[in-house]
């Protein structure tokens, strides 16, 4: 390569990493700019929802802090702070390494359920433990399903996810922290056919509490559960089946007791006995005829 050739490629990268300096330089200002903007609508509306007697620092110093936060740990600590309002600060410091998980539920749940599963040891190791959607529950449960968490794991979250109504929560609840449920030994079988069938699922079972005291009743429920779910089959036919069935059972059984019992010596002298009665009465009848005539 010539010399003209290689003083015309320096040229060429220097003119190239120069634009590239100039573009970076002039980007940074923008982005800084946007995000100074962003701070400074967050930190308007925080003070404008939570009032000034919460906050206590003006908006120019808020909206700097909340920049700071939100370059540190990203930006959906935006939408955590207005949600929740300068709290947000404490419990993301009080998160340690687990701040980003603090802040996707502060901004995604708001200030009174997600405040509640942060700021709370047990409910926030069954957080970390379970992952978000343990954290859903707590949080739109407002602490209701959380005994059920601790016991149950897993398999109780998505119970409690597809029941819609605040009564079926507390029904689920109830049976949990009752002990009905543990006692059943099948508590993930039954809390995965609730996660499946929803609120018809947990009404049922609330309606006939046998099912989860009666194991006869609870496998056939397990087995095929819609039928019962949907009232094609009644469960109560089944309870008096099993009610019935030991009754036959046991009559059955002394029957085939009693047989086999009976001395055979004994039953051929009293068929012996039968009809030699038999003969008797035969004659006497004759006898009574002939006299009568």
Not at 148 to 176: C, D, E, I, W, Y
Not at 212 to 235: H, M, N, T, V, W
Request: glycine share 8%; aromatic share 6%.
């Amino acid at each position: 390569m010539t010399c003209v050739k290689k003083n015309f490629m320096r040229r060429v990268v220097t003119t190239v990493a120069l634009a590239a300096v100039i573009v970076a330089v002039d980007a940074v200002p923008a982005f800084a700019d946007a995000k100074s903007k962003l701070a400074q609508e967050a930190a308007e509306y925080v003070m404008q929802k939570f009032g000034r007697q919460v906050v206590r620092e003006g908006t120019e110093t808020l909206a700097t802090r909340i920049e700071v936060y939100a370059l540190r740990h990203g930006d959906e600590f935006y939408a955590a702070i207005r949600k929740v309002g300068p709290t947000a600060f404490r419990l993301v410091e009080e998160g340690g390494e687990h701040a980003p998980q603090v802040i996707a539920v502060l901004s995604r749940y708001g200030e009174d359920g997600a405040v509640w599963v942060v700021s709370r040891p047990r409910a926030m190791q069954l957080f970390l433990q379970h992952g978000e959607e343990a954290a859903a529950v707590m949080a739109t449960t407002r602490g209701v399903a959380e005994p059920a968490l601790a016991t149950f794991g897993k398999p109780s979250v998505g119970a409690f996810k597809a029941l819609s109504t605040g009564q079926n929560v507390r029904r689920l609840a109830m049976v949990a922290e009752g002990g009905e449920l543990a006692a059943t030994g099948r508590s993930t079988e039954i809390l995965d056919i609730i996660a499946k069938y929803g609120n018809p699922a947990m009404e049922f079972l609330w309606r006939h509490k046998e099912v989860l005291a009666s194991g006869a009743l609870l496998a056939a429920f397990i087995a095929d559960p819609e039928p019962y779910i949907r009232g094609a089959k009644d469960i109560t036919q089944v309870l008096a089946e099993n009610a019935v069935r030991p009754l036959e059972e046991a009559a059955g059984a002394a029957a085939t007791q009693a047989a086999k019992n009976i001395d055979s010596t004994k039953v051929a002298c009293l068929a012996v006995i039968v009809a030699a009665i038999l003969v008797a009465s035969r004659w006497l009848l004759k006898s009574l005829g002939r006299r009568c005539s």
